[in-house]
């Protein structure tokens, strides 16, 4: 089958690959110059697969006016007053209850853990160089009531497959002595032993050279913007850019936030919508953390990549806007400084800020559309688009291919 890809993120080079393994003949479009240049090019680099809670959980709408009325709170909310905006919110504040939330966990754990299946046995297969490392993840807690909360969100978990430790604040620093800096205010920890953490800009590097290769058939077309999917006779029949109209028997759009512009014209109306995020590279030159962190109170992630460290957060909804906000980047400078003084080089940090394409649930959507049957969507990842990427693609190869698909996966439907 010929098939085109929209999008060369690690949602679509993921795709790519699980199809172009299948024999496939697969194209792939982006309208950047190279691949994973948007949202996958400095996120928080954490594979975090027993870490998929939604953001809209209980508790969370009673917290948000106390963020907002922080100026250096993690979340940020400037109206727009669009109707995707409102609609948004006003789903995400449905989503905030426990049934929707445990039901959505659920699903994204079985989801991550087909990720992370697949994640290692690529991984062991390719030999891709992009710093991966089985790191294990630590959450550290500030206050009594969120540890208490966390451990009754990991006994939750470990009904569903989870293996999670709950740490006192000295096994915290057993494990981590590089957190001795915010020893004080640690109440206890999640120690994770399963999570993973890489690069992921160098992933969909090392993941495009590979396609490249002799053993498949994939051809990419990078600078190519695509500008209207055109339909004839129930079906997409072709991607319309500057540099002409691709055609394919089928089309998986893995677009991000750039998804619902083309897909409204022709009745597909996807509820994403950008939560903007930053994040700082530095070298490491000092007692940096070796294990990723993740630091609850601040609502901060931190990986190491090799002797580099990562660090990302916020969730500021702002709509499409890119710009860099230097409160935001000083605010995230402080609350690392603080965390690790003497880690990195802090005079060179590569700031980043990049837009998650997140659903108001916090469920990806993965399946066929309506009504185009040959266009199968896979969008909507939000932050977890690295985590959940391997899995998601091998739910579109499933579907492609006509077969049951490997997991229950029918939260994800259009």
């Known amino acids: 089958m010929k098939i085109c890809i929209l999008g060369a993120g690690v949602v679509g080079l993921t795709t790519a690959y699980m199809l172009a393994r299948?024999?496939?003949?697969?194209?792939?479009?982006?309208?950047?110059?190279?691949?994973?240049?948007?949202?996958?090019?400095?996120?928080?680099?954490?594979?975090?697969?027993?870490?998929?809670?939604p953001f809209a959980a209980p508790g969370v709408v009673s917290k948000v006016p106390g963020w907002l009325m922080d100026r250096d709170g993690p979340m940020r909310l400037r109206p727009d007053f669009t109707w995707n905006q409102i609609r948004w919110l006003y789903r995400f504040w449905r989503a905030c209850n426990a049934t929707q939330s445990d039901a959505t966990t659920a699903a994204l754990l079985r989801l991550a853990f087909h990720s992370r299946a697949l994640v290692h046995e690529m991984v062991s297969r390719e030999g891709l160089d992009f710093?991966?490392?089985?790191?294990?993840?630590?959450?550290?807690?500030?206050?009594?009531?969120?540890?208490?909360?966390?451990?009754?969100?990991?006994?939750?978990?470990?009904?569903?497959?989870?293996?999670?430790?709950?740490?006192?604040?000295?096994?915290?620093?057993?494990?981590?002595?590089?957190?001795?800096?915010i020893a004080h205010r640690i109440s206890g920890g999640i120690w994770t032993p399963g999570e993973d953490a890489g690069d992921c800009h160098q992933f969909c590097a090392g993941l495009t050279t590979l396609l490249r290769g002799s053993n498949f058939n994939v051809a990419f077309h990078f600078g190519t913007r695509v500008t209207q999917l055109l339909t004839a006779g129930g079906r997409v029949v072709g991607a319309a850019t500057a540099q002409g109209v691709f055609e394919a028997d089928a089309f998986v759009m893995c677009l991000g936030n750039g998804a619902r512009q083309l897909a409204s014209p022709i009745g597909v109306d996807l509820p994403i919508y950008p939560l903007k995020g930053y994040s700082y590279t530095v070298p490491v030159t000092g007692a940096a953390p070796s294990v990723s962190i993740t630091d609850s109170k601040a609502k901060v992630v931190y990986a190491r990549l090799g002797n580099r460290l990562r660090i990302a957060g916020m969730a500021d909804v702002v709509g499409n806007d890119r710009r860099f906000d230097n409160r935001r980047l000083d605010t995230l400078l402080r609350q690392a400084k603080e965390a690790f003084?003497?880690?990195?080089?802090?005079?060179?940090?590569?700031?980043?800020?990049?837009?998650?394409?997140?659903?108001?649930?916090?469920?990806?959507?993965?399946g066929r559309s309506r009504p185009w049957p040959n266009l199968v969507l896979n969008q909507g990842q939000g932050s977890l688009?690295?985590?959940?990427?391997?899995?998601?693609?091998?739910?579109?190869?499933?579907?492609?291919?006509?077969?049951?698909?490997?997991?229950?996966?029918?939260?994800?439907?259009?």
């Not at 060179?348 to 800020?353: G, H």
Request: hydrophobic letters at 45%.
């Open 341 to 366: 003084p003497e880690a990195a080089d802090w005079t060179e940090l590569n700031p980043w800020t990049g837009l998650r394409p997140a659903t108001p649930t916090g469920l990806p959507i993965i």
């Open 22 to 53: 299948e024999g496939h003949e697969v194209q792939v479009l982006d309208a950047e110059p190279g691949a994973g240049l948007g949202t996958s090019y400095a996120n928080g680099a954490q594979l975090s697969y027993s870490y998929v809670a």
């Open 131 to 181: 710093d991966f490392s089985h790191a294990g993840k630590l959450v550290v807690y500030s206050d009594t009531a969120g540890f208490e909360g966390a451990k009754r969100q990991v006994a939750m978990q470990a009904a569903l497959g989870s293996e999670q430790q709950a740490l006192s604040p000295a096994e915290c620093l057993a494990r981590e002595p590089a957190l001795a800096h």
């Open 385 to 414: 688009g690295f985590t959940l990427g391997m899995g998601s693609a091998a739910l579109v190869a499933d579907v492609l291919a006509g077969r049951a698909m490997g997991i229950a996966a029918g939260e994800f439907a259009p």
